[in-house]
């Protein structure tokens, strides 16, 4: 039998609690469908610690269940090519250790986007509200990071995301049109930086600035939508990848909603504006 390289646990794990967990797997030979062969080619992992070809660790980070809850867990699954009892299953897969790590409620508000190579996600959200928005309100985005690697990532974060801190914003209609936006063509002040040691399951959130929904005058509001009545609009962001500055950008989820059909022109504001927020200190706001 042709056998791999010596075994290497992943990071995270020692070699003596792979082999470990494999050796006691003769205490409950009963609970698993391997031949006497496959099981014995199991053992000489352990024994020999190398891996023969067809075996492999895998890790699962993400679980999301029926409770209303999205977990975060650090399953380690051993997984080997059977040779013989190929049926229900051909791969012989356990899981020797969890570890858990956080139990999130899902917000269904937080649009998230695709999980990046190096397992960064981002995310954005318009805050809590039911129904349409209406011609004139003004909406805060509020921008979501998390890491779904298994590996402790070194990050910096602006304290706050302007126009000048995300490399796009893409605006739809339901058909998928653009739709007209205006923006604040100066560039953005200095806002200032965080360094994180963003480890497995982290997450960490950043406000941006205010958006008007619709042709009402921008104000001190960073961006303006021209959104009609009865309308739907989506929006999406693309931002740097924080980890890795030649990475490919991060993009959230998009955030669809609604315009009501039969409204006034009056901006009414629903969100705190970062820049005037008396709870956040301006010294993190901005830097020092």
């Not at 070699?15 to 062969?37: H, P």
């Not at 602006?158 to 995300?166: A, E, K, L, Q």
């Not at 605006?171 to 360094?195: H, N, T, Y």
């Amino acid at each position: 039998m042709r056998w791999a390289a010596e075994i290497s646990a992943p990071e995270g794990f020692r070699r003596d609690e792979v082999v470990a967990a494999i050796r006691y797997m003769k205490n409950k030979r009963a609970q698993f469908d391997l031949s006497d062969v496959d099981f014995e080619r199991l053992q000489e992992i352990a024994d020999k610690r190398v891996f023969p070809p067809d075996a492999e660790f895998s890790i699962i980070t993400q679980f999301r269940l029926e409770d209303g809850h999205e977990y975060l867990i650090w399953s380690l699954r051993l997984g080997l090519k059977k040779m013989s009892n190929l049926e229900p299953y051909p791969q012989f897969c356990d899981i020797f250790r969890t570890q858990y790590i956080r139990a999130t409620r899902i917000d269904g508000n937080i649009a998230w986007g695709p999980v990046a190579e190096n397992g960064l996600q981002a995310g954005v959200s318009f805050g809590l509200h039911e129904g349409p928005y209406e011609v004139g309100q003004r909406v805060t985005p509020k921008f979501f990071v998390r890491n779904s690697s298994d590996k402790v990532q070194e990050l910096s974060f602006p304290n706050i995301i302007t126009h000048s801190y995300y490399q796009k914003l893409e605006v739809l209609d339901e058909s998928g049109e653009p739709v007209p936006f205006k923006q604040d063509e100066d560039p953005a002040g200095p806002v200032g930086w965080q360094e994180v040691s963003f480890g497995f399951g982290a997450q960490h959130d950043i406000n941006g600035l205010p958006i008007v929904l619709g042709t009402a005058e921008r104000g001190d509001a960073e961006t303006a939508i021209d959104a009609k009545p009865g309308q739907t609009i989506r929006v999406r962001f693309t931002l740097d990848d924080y980890a890795d500055s030649d990475a490919a950008d991060l993009e959230t989820g998009e955030v669809s909603f609604t315009i009501e059909t039969d409204t006034d022109t009056t901006t009414k504001d629903t969100s705190i504006d970062p820049r005037n927020d008396a709870s956040m200190d301006p010294r993190k706001a901005f830097g020092r």
